[in-house]
């Protein structure tokens, strides 16, 4: 498709935007990326311009402007080549959807104390009960998927999909912050950062020249 | 097609409930409905009976559950996809989509300061400045919809859509909490209020003890 754009926030610290990006890339999509740098004096006026919610992610095809990410990925999945991001079986892509609508309206306490940070060293940090409950409640969401996996593949549901998009931001905070794992959820993990596009937008993201002390959600 | 079932909360306050149960009602699938009471005691095993995920709504179609209004909603359209229940234009259904994902994911002042509830007798209400700018961003995203995809119908979309089944939980806390509107958006407002479904919904909510 013709004259797609992207606009996303910083690679570092925009874990929506990342789900996005990992969408558009499995679908096989052509598209020119606008990064729009976060928490900058000039950031607001920029995000409106590319918005129309005034946050990224967005995705522009000439007058249509879609934006947050599930509705890009929805949009995304309609494209050519972007089927394969639900799973093919109507029960495994019902629960594909309800597993990235949860994430998508909850886990508010993780998002708040363990943002997303590509740059940060990986080290453990402190963190309070209802984040514990979230992330026992994440990895209870990937045991029972890998558990049911249809294909041998290794992610959610054997072979990537928009699920684990959706969950990919999750695997790098519970990298960055040292949390500790179920072997299940580790491997899980590695897999994510093992899927190529994943390593591209990290070596982007490092590359960054700004950084946010204390990025948020 | 095995018998669907919705697990559904108080009427009177559950906004997530709402908005599946009236896609439901509005595409004419026929389905049974289970209504859990919550905040009690034994709300939680209660649930756990019926939605696995301990969540409501749940949808369960034979042996298939499934969990949250966004998702039970793009099952819907899977199951009735000649119900229209997003837009046929791709341009029109990408916006649809993005404004229901936006309605899921935002607005916490708004469902925390005017929160839904179908009891309140119509008055004016108040609210600090950010549940301000929810309703302002609501209007933004009314007004838009309606001039370039209502034309056809007294909708966000024209005909009815999920993204009037999301915002539906919305229109009753603008009407209950007496939220100013232009006559545009009054008359989307009495639209959706004056829904067969919605007038059943409502009527259950207010006889709830």
């Not at chain 1, 409640?137 to 928009?162: H, M, Q, V």
């Not at chain 2, 649930?47 to 301990?54: A, D, K, Q, T």
Request: with cysteine; aromatic share 10%; charged share 25%.
């Amino acid at each position: 498709m013709a004259g797609l754009c992207l606009a996303i926030g910083n690679k570092a610290y925009s874990s929506w935007s990342l789900r996005a990006w990992l969408a558009a890339k499995h679908a096989e999509l052509t598209f020119e990326e606008v990064v729009i740098p976060l928490d900058r004096p000039e950031s607001a006026a920029e995000l409106r311009q590319h918005s129309p919610s005034g946050r990224v992610p967005c995705l522009s095809h000439g007058p249509i402007r879609v934006w947050d990410t599930l509705a890009i990925i929805e949009t995304v999945a309609e494209t050519p080549k972007g089927a394969k991001l639900w799973p093919t079986d109507r029960a495994q892509r019902a629960r594909a959807r309800a597993i990235s609508a949860e994430m998508h309206s909850g886990f508010a306490a993780l998002r708040r104390h363990l943002p997303m940070d590509l740059k940060r060293k990986p080290a453990p940090l402190a963190y309070p009960a209802e984040v514990a409950a979230e992330i026992a409640r994440i990895e209870a969401i990937w045991a029972e998927c890998r558990a049911a996996r249809p294909d041998g593949g290794p992610f959610l549901f054997g072979a990537f999909s928009a699920a684990d998009a959706m969950f990919a931001p999750v695997a790098t905070r519970f990298r960055s912050y040292a949390v500790p794992l179920s072997r299940t959820s580790a491997e899980y993990c590695d897999a994510i950062y093992a899927h190529p596009p994943m390593g591209e937008w990290i070596a982007a993201a490092i590359a960054e020249p700004w950084t946010i002390e204390h990025p948020k959600p | 097609m095995a018998e669907l079932t919705l697990v559904i909360g108080n009427k009177s306050f559950s906004s997530w409930s709402l908005r599946p149960w009236l896609a439901l009602k509005q595409i004419g699938l026929p389905f049974r409905e289970v209504l859990v009471l919550l905040r009690r005691p034994q709300t939680k095993a209660e649930i756990l009976r019926y939605s696995p995920s301990g969540k409501v709504p749940y949808l369960t179609d034979g042996s298939l559950g499934v969990w949250d209004s966004l998702a039970i909603l793009e099952y819907l359209n899977e199951l009735k996809p000649e119900a229209g229940l997003w837009p046929s234009d791709r341009g029109a259904r990408a916006v649809a989509r993005a404004v229901s994902a936006e309605m899921h994911s935002g607005f916490p002042a708004l469902r925390q300061h005017l929160s839904m509830d179908l009891k309140r007798k119509p008055a004016r209400g108040e609210w600090p400045s950010e549940a301000t700018a929810d309703i302002e961003r609501v209007r933004a995203i009314w007004t838009e919809c309606r001039q370039r995809f209502g034309s056809a119908g007294p909708f966000l979309f024209g005909g009815f859509t999920a993204a009037d089944a999301m915002y539906a939980p919305v229109v009753t806390r603008f009407h209950r909490y007496g939220v100013s509107l232009d006559r545009e958006l009054e008359a989307y407002r009495d639209a959706v209020l004056a829904l067969p479904a919605m007038r059943e919904w409502t009527d259950a909510a207010q006889k709830e003890s």
